[in-house]
């Protein structure tokens, strides 16, 4: 009986360690931690913060419109207030904006179908027989044209600074100001225009972003007062 009462001890013993070895978790355990100088095996998340001032994102294979829209936005209720040439500056409903070098102003135009234009300063109207041809006038709309007949001002003058790196957006129409130029797209129909050393060229939202904007330095940067 003796014996017996052994055995049966013996066995459970044995049994109870087996089940110690498949359940870990019921008895103590050890952990070996690595040194502080060793990779761990966990994935950490990295968050990349992108800045812009005044190009854009220099992202590879960048295109014209993701510069433009991607570019830091004003407040376009600070584009109200601008003024005719010679005059006081007004509130009006329209937008007005100019390059910080005063090189260039930009109003929205009412008329049948949304318009852009652009005044590059120092280029004279001139006086043709059916209208009064504003040859300095880039003007966008669904497509983008240079020149066009205007018998009242389209553009107003002294209009808030859109500041080098900053894009305006109002309705279908994206500007960004860049040292390099401004760049102007209606968002709808992805035609644009650019101006650069008060040269004109049309341009395309599916355009790669000039080298300029891509790759530009950051300039000391001057605006004119108002």
Known sequence: MWTRTIGMVAAAGAAAAVL???????????KDIPPID?????????????????TANRSTGLTLATAISTAARVNNSDFHEAALEGGRLEDTSEFHFSTPDAAVNCSTVQRDVPTLACDVT??????????????????????????????????WTRGSVLPFGSTISVGTFQCLSDFSGLYC??????????????????????DPAPAALVDGAEPT??????
């Open 185 to 206: 797209l209606n968002t709808r129909s992805d035609n644009g225009f650019a101006l650069r050393d008060g040269t004109y060229r049309t341009v395309s939202g599916a």
């Open 38 to 54: 060793e990779l761990s095996t966990e994935t950490s998340v990295t968050t990349t913060t992108t800045t812009r001032s005044t």
């Open 221 to 226: 940067i001057t605006t004119s007062g108002r």
């Open 20 to 30: 110690a070895g498949c359940f870990p978790e019921d008895g103590p355990s050890t």
């Open 122 to 155: 120092d280029t004279p109207a001139q006086t043709r027989d059916y209208c009064k041809w504003e040859a300095g006038y880039i003007v966008l709309t669904d497509t983008a044209s240079q020149g066009t007949c205007a018998d009242t001002p389209w553009v």
